[in-house]
């Protein structure tokens, strides 16, 4: 995992799983976009238009902090079946405010029986805090959304595991 900052305050965080389920059983679990978008804790709810979610759907994400909760607006950049998807979030009020920034999620095929997810969040850091206060608090967000996506998907492989 890695979570960079830059001095123009450009973020990048990636970080790569790999899973013992093929591509297929993981994509079937990532495609319930709803769920995967509530990988990152403030995220508590999360509406697409129309409900089904493609490739230039406006979606809504309500954020959580503590006490406090703010509606956000996004779009579903990218939906490939079976393989990716990417969405933005952004502040409702004004889009170059308040960390606008992309997520992404990627499952690629290692054997028939393995893949690999790779989860990417880009952006820009527009709180006015110093930038080390700024990158340990990137890594403590960004480390609980792979750590919810990995506990996802290996209770899934357990899951899938006991059935057979």
């Known amino acids: 995992m890695t979570v960079r900052l830059s001095p123009t305050r450009r973020v990048v965080c990636e970080a790569t799983i790999e899973l013992p389920i ?3 059983a993981a994509w079937g679990q990532l495609r319930d976009f709803r769920t995967t978008a509530k990988h990152d804790l403030f995220h508590s709810r999360v509406w697409i238009d129309g409900d089904i979610p493609r490739a230039g759907a406006n979606i809504r994400i309500e954020h959580r ?3 406090w909760k703010t509606i956000r607006t996004g779009r579903i950049l990218r939906w490939n ?3 990716d ?3 933005s979030d952004l502040c409702q009020t ?3 405010r308040a960390f606008p920034h992309v ?3 990627r499952v690629e095929k290692i054997t028939q029986s393995q893949c690999r997810l790779r989860i990417r969040v880009g952006g820009r850091w527009t709180a006015p805090i110093p930038r080390w206060i700024s990158r340990i608090w990137l890594w403590w967000v960004f480390s609980h959304i792979v ?3 990995r506990n996802e998907m290996l209770r899934y492989a357990i899951a899938i595991s006991n059935n057979k």
């Open 147 to 149: 750590r919810s996506a």
């Open 81 to 83: 079946e079976c393989s």
């Open 85 to 87: 998807f990417a969405f």
């Open 103 to 105: 997520m992404s999620y």
């Open 65 to 67: 902090y503590l006490c």
């Open 94 to 96: 004004d889009a170059s």
């Open 22 to 24: 093929s591509a297929g």
